[in-house]
């Protein structure tokens, strides 16, 4: 019966003239599986953290909590750095950067820019860090119902500033690599509730049979791996000394030479700052071998595995199958139920099976 109503639905789009796409299948065999892969989502309860602190004569100032949106706000937030710290009168221009990840490199680039001295201090570099890992799609972070008008207004204003950054780069003159506009197809299995005028209504045609309906739009889309090694090469080019250092106590960073420190140790600052705020959430990838064709990005929810979702995007090499949160995991490892789970869902997606 439900293929009977989906069959009729697609004839009814169709006579109100909606666009018909035609799509190349992701081929989610096993044998073009290149590897698994889990990062760690730091998540704030209270959201991003921007300020000014002063410990011992040091200005510190924070930046870090951006959750699953690392990438999408890192400019923004690094406009926000510089705006606190001129702000603070601050005398010296040498400023010791924690932590190497997006946040950290997005912010030294900007403070290079405007005539800083940089050293950045890490226990680990591109690509070996949770950045690398990242979607690298257009993500804005999730405001709870209860946040602030501060904290709404800021959240607001780091995402305008950083997507006119990216505009910039997939429209203008590129600044960075790996970033341009992409077609993104939702195909939902519960009815829209919401009225969207930037989404198209489309039939999808996928070239193993599939008939998807679903809607369409265009949005900037960051392969993670190029956008993260190009900013870290710039960096580097632009004169940041970098320093291999592992931090255990706040002691360790007020024994730092320079007088300004921007943390962007993340989950990092739950020992070194005392930050009970975090809410680690882990995710775990599928890496595809990349395919001719694949240029889209695809997205299903999936309402009999509760928690799961189907998420597939291309980067330069590969195809990323995604959609699971696990709230609470901060480990970075993967599990044979979760891969297993995620491949199904991919697979069923793909096929016109009911998820």
């Given amino acids: 019966m439900r293929k009977w109503i989906h069959f009729f639905a697609l004839i009814c789009l169709s006579l109100f003239g909606v666009e018909h796409v035609y799509l190349k299948t992701p081929n989610l065999s096993q044998e073009n599986i290149t590897g698994v892969i889990a990062g760690i989502r730091p998540y704030r309860k209270t959201g991003v953290r921007l300020e000014a602190e002063w410990i011992q004569e040091k200005c510190i100032i924070h930046n870090y909590g951006y959750g699953g949106s690392g990438l999408t706000l890192s400019f923004g937030g690094s406009r926000e750095v510089l705006d606190i710290l001129r ?3 601050l005398q010296s221009k040498t400023v010791a950067i924690l932590g190497a990840g997006v946040a950290g490199l997005a912010s030294a680039y900007d403070l290079l820019k405007e005539g800083y001295e940089v050293h950045i201090y890490s226990d680990a570099w591109s690509p070996d860090l949770t950045s690398n890992v990242a979607a690298g799609i257009w993500s804005p972070p ?3 119902h209860n946040a602030s008008s501060r904290e709404r207004t800021l959240n607001e204003r780091m ?3 950083s997507r006119k950054r990216f505009l910039r780069s997939a429209k ?3 600044e960075f690599a790996g970033i341009r506009f992409m077609a993104s197809y939702n195909f939902k299995t519960t009815p829209w509730q919401e009225a969207d005028d930037e989404r198209e ?3 999808a045609h996928f070239d193993n049979g599939t008939v998807k309906s679903g809607r369409r739009v265009y949005e900037l889309a960051i392969d993670g791996k190029i956008f993260i090694e190009d900013l870290f090469t710039q960096v580097v080019a632009k004169g940041a000394t970098l320093h291999q250092k592992h931090f255990e106590t706040l002691d360790d960073l007020l024994a730092l030479e320079e007088p300004i420190l921007i943390n962007c140790t993340s989950i ?3 020992e070194l700052f005392n930050d009970e705020d975090f809410i680690p959430v882990r995710g ?10 694949i240029d889209y990005l695809l997205y299903q929810n999936t309402p009999k595995s509760p928690g799961y979702w189907v998420t597939i995007y291309p980067w330069n090499d590969r195809i990323v199958l995604c959609g699971l949160y696990e709230k609470g995991e901060e480990e970075p490892v993967t599990t044979p139920e979760v891969i297993a789970k995620l491949i199904e869902n991919g697979r069923k997606c793909i096929s016109g099976e009911e998820l």
């Fill in 284 to 293: 775990q990838l599928v890496y595809f071998k990349p395919q001719e064709g």
């Fill in 172 to 174: 203008d003159t590129p």
């Fill in 142 to 144: 999730y405001i709870p």
């Fill in 201 to 203: 209504e489309v039939i």
């Fill in 159 to 161: 995402l305008a500033t």
């Fill in 268 to 270: 990092g600052s739950r």
């Fill in 87 to 89: 702000a603070q009168n």
